[in-house]
């Protein structure tokens, strides 16, 4: 019909604006199949981001790469034989059914928020949301602008994308977005600590990668939807934070952030100036004081990494275990596959046996009704850095592997009725064995946020070491017997120390003449050798020479009016000098942003 295009050449319009804007990044609709590719064409899944609301499991951001068209990749794809692209759908797994890593079923729910890579994800699971912000756009795309995204759950493994608006957007707006932060949440609070911003992060920023670290903890709460950005000044030597770590773990009256693993550097970076942190020490921070503390580890720590992912879960005798997985290192000199656990509160460091998979820029969370279980998603396994154009295939089926934390050991399937999460063994026999008293606490205050003396036990009731039904029997009858014939000693003993006590509180009364005990009164003020003021305000420092008697001066009487204070004499009396104050020490910022005011 004159006046209308044909579909072939509309269709092929399309394809191509899709290509030019880096949606595909040169790999375009026609060569690849959906966002679910399923186990047979699933290469790879970077830059995930998981979290459960009840029976689902909820997958966002990040690139896929998949076989296209379900066959091997042909001779033209050798430079990079599996080509990702931005994932353009939010997919969801069911958590209450039984599956394999081979069996499992993604669902694919249409998406309006950005596509980006290593998104800060904060959820409110008592109403199936999650906020999606900051991150790293794709491909060629530019970076969103200041935005703030909000995904509902509607309990079936769907949902919808929405912008959420801001009450204050100056404030807002003056935040940079920023990738590589470490984050993590209270029930209705979510924290970011530092990251870096790049040109492929915030449109403000022109530098490319490595960009500028970021410092500040960011904050929002979910209720009021209020945004603050606090000094992290105190964390390492810069107060910046890349690719590390976060947890929220219940200690002290208002729980704590810990912090974890990651890299430090001063804010205008370079790839040699990015140093990963130690395992050493750990850094926590309580979120309602906002003081900063530190705590040495000990243990079997990890290789310092970048990029591993963790979750932490309650352990059933006053501990709280937290597994870490995977991650590239400097150390070793390429990607870790191991698992350790840190339990708290005694700082210690524990590590599976059985290793899983290489990987990095992967996602994990704590799965099933008895929390036992925690699933991988995800990651590459990409050479040292990271930096390397291959990309090979996942080992695992759909990019899933999944944890037994209470055993330490990798399976191929998920048990939703796997039974109530338990320390692993190594843990509890750390405890048994009196691991507690080993820590070396900071500082007292430390001891007092994870001590707190309403409980002496912790990870050892359910010890590795059995005894038999006899044996057990035989310890009970032997442990009343003796406390009985123990309480019959002990009170023996007491009261023959209480008559002793009171005898011989008779003797001292009979002795002493009540007449001859003078009542303590304190010496009048001034006493016989004068006193000078210290250097430490609200002390006083007594003269140690030898100085001869005043002479007697008979005092007149005289009346005052008001309220008198008597002050030291000041002739013989040397000035005060205060100490000078210590001078900051300076750091470099982030240039202007655009806005002024």
């Not at 309990?155 to 929405?162: A, E, K, L, P, V």
């Not at 960009?211 to 209720?223: C, D, H, I, K, M």
């Not at 089926?397 to 320390?423: C, H, I, R």
């Amino acid at each position: 019909m004159k006046g209308l295009c044909s579909p072939s050449l509309l269709l092929l319009a399309v394809l191509g604006w899709v290509g030019g804007n880096g949606w595909a990044d040169g790999y375009s609709l026609t060569r690849r199949g959906a966002d679910n590719p399923g186990p047979d064409n699933f290469i790879r899944h970077r830059y995930p981001s998981v979290v459960v609301f009840g029976d689902y499991l909820y997958i966002d951001g990040g690139e896929l790469s998949q076989r296209p068209n379900g066959t091997e990749a042909n001779s033209t794809q050798s430079a990079q034989t599996y080509p990702s692209y931005a994932v353009s759908s939010t997919l969801s797994l069911r958590l209450n059914e039984s599956w394999t890593n081979e069996t499992a079923e993604f669902r694919s729910i249409s998406k309006t928020a950005p596509l980006l890579d290593q998104q800060i994800l904060w959820s409110d699971t008592s109403i199936n949301t999650f906020y999606v912000w900051g991150g790293m756009a794709t491909g060629s795309a530019t970076p969103p602008g200041d935005e703030l995204w909000l995904f509902n759950g509607d309990g079936t493994g769907g949902g919808t994308w929405s912008q959420v608006p801001q009450g204050d957007f100056r404030d807002f707006s003056r935040l940079v977005r920023p990738v590589g932060s470490s984050f993590t949440q209270t029930a209705s609070v979510g924290y970011a600590l530092g990251g870096q911003v790049t040109s492929k992060t915030d449109r403000t920023i022109q530098k490319d990668d490595p960009g500028y670290a970021v410092q500040g903890l960011v904050s929002y709460n979910f209720a009021t939807s209020q945004w603050t950005n606090s000094s992290s000044a105190e964390f390492e030597g810069y107060g910046t934070s890349l690719n590390g770590r976060a947890e929220y773990i219940p200690f002290g009256p208002n729980g704590l952030l810990l912090f974890f693993g990651g890299a430090e550097t001063p804010i205008d970076a370079t790839e040699d100036s990015i140093v990963q942190l130690s395992w050493n020490w750990l850094t926590l921070h309580d979120p309602v004081t906002g003081k900063w503390y530190t705590q040495a580890t000990s243990g079997m720590r990890p290789p310092v990494v970048e990029r591993a992912c963790s979750v932490g879960v309650q352990g059933p005798d006053n501990t709280y275990e937290i597994f870490i997985y995977g991650g590239t290192s400097d150390q070793i000199g390429g990607i870790s596959s191991d698992v350790h656990v840190l339990s708290l509160p005694g700082f210690v460091f524990s590590k599976a046996d059985v290793p899983g998979t290489p990987r990095a820029d992967h996602a994990c969370a704590v799965v099933g009704k008895g929390k036992r279980q925690m699933l991988s998603y995800g990651g590459v396994d990409g050479g040292p850095g990271l930096r390397s154009a291959n990309i090979t295939a996942d080992p695992w089926k759909q990019g899933l592997g999944v944890f037994n934390m209470s055993e330490m050991k990798w399976t191929e399937s998920y048990d939703p009725n796997a039974t109530d999460y338990e320390s692993p063994a190594a843990v509890r026999d750390w405890y048994a064995r009196g691991g507690m008293g080993t820590v070396v606490w900071k500082s007292d205050e430390v001891k007092g946020l994870f001590i707190n003396g309403s409980s002496t036990t912790y990870g050892s009731s359910n010890s590795s070491s059995t005894s038999s039904p006899q044996q057990t029997s035989s310890r009970k009858t032997g442990g009343i017997v003796g406390g009985t014939v123990g309480g019959v000693v002990a009170v023996t003993v007491l009261g023959v120390a209480a008559f002793l006590v009171l005898r011989r509180r008779r003797r001292r009364q009979s002795v002493v003449p009540s007449e001859e005990i003078e009542e303590y009164r304190p010496e009048p003020w001034p006493k016989d050798t004068p006193r000078v003021r210290s250097t430490t305000p609200g002390t006083m420092m007594t003269m140690t020479e030898d100085i001869p008697p005043l002479p007697m001066i008979p005092v007149e009487a005289v009346e005052i009016g008001g309220i008198a204070r008597g002050e030291l004499p000041g002739d013989d009396v040397d000035w005060t000098y205060e100490l000078p104050v210590p001078t900051p020490r300076t750091r470099p910022e982030l240039p202007d942003r655009k806005y002024t005011f």
